[in-house]
């Protein structure tokens, strides 16, 4: 089945720097790779998808780049906030298991000011 | 608010019971998928249903079962439940087939004693 590799596992950045968070996979029957932002105690939440015929995809200060041929995808934040921190989720479905999503093991982010 | 809703929030119990859990979905939404969350695997895909049928299964125990009825909510059935069971049990809905958002609900927290 679909193997998703998610790295670092944890990121410390100072307010305004930017993140980036990389995940991998393993089957390239995979066209769909949405991330989740999950505070504590909370539900995961979809900040953005991208899909296997787009290379980038941007909305404010959130942006994702898929490379289908190397099979990674990144997560880019841009001037991070205290409120960014969370734990960001990588994902990808394949049509095979009815879109259902495989997640990566998560990036605890914390935004120090 | 994601429009799904999940009930109970929380769930104590002890080993060897049964509980059931409950989801809604959003409102149009006739997918419903169910994922556990542990510290240990992360967040994992269980089950998912569409518009009443089984569609596929991931990585669920032969004592957990769901259904999806007419009216599209749906249950998880955890069986002879034991200690490892404990975790977060999240239900996601999307629109239909193919790679639609998957929106989460708040999940139930179970905690087995």
């Known amino acids: 089945g679909e193997n998703v590799e998610q790295h670092p596992s944890t990121l410390s950045v100072q307010e305004g720097d930017s993140a980036v968070i990389k995940c991998t996979y393993s089957?390239?029957?995979?066209?769909?790779f949405p991330w989740y932002k999950q505070e504590l105690g909370k539900r995961p939440q979809l900040i953005i998808d991208i899909r296997s015929n787009v290379g980038e995809k941007k909305d404010q200060r959130i942006a994702v780049t898929l490379n289908k041929t190397a099979k990674h995808f990144s997560l880019h934040i841009t001037e991070t906030q205290p409120e960014d921190s969370a734990v960001y989720f990588c994902?990808?479905?394949?049509?095979?298991?009815?879109?259902?999503?495989?997640f990566g093991k998560g990036t605890s982010l914390l935004v120090t000011p | 608010d994601s429009g799904v809703t999940q009930t109970p929030k929380h769930l104590i119990t002890a080993t060897g019971q049964r509980v059931t859990l409950r989801c809604s979905p959003r409102?149009?939404?006739?997918?419903v998928y169910w994922y556990q969350q542990s510290l240990d695997q992360g967040l994992q895909f269980l089950i998912q249903y569409y518009n009443g049928e089984e569609r596929a299964k991931g990585n669920i125990l032969e004592r957990f079962s769901a259904q999806q009825f007419p009216d599209l909510h749906s249950e998880l059935n955890l069986s002879s439940l034991e200690l490892g069971d404990s975790a977060l049990y999240f239900c996601a809905s999307s629109g239909g087939t193919g790679n639609q958002p998957q929106h989460f609900g708040d999940g139930t927290r179970l905690s087995i004693l």
């Open positions: 409102s149009g939404d006739l997918s």
């Open positions: 994902a990808a479905s394949i049509r095979d298991s009815g879109y259902a999503l495989n």
């Open positions: 089957d390239s029957a995979s066209n769909y």
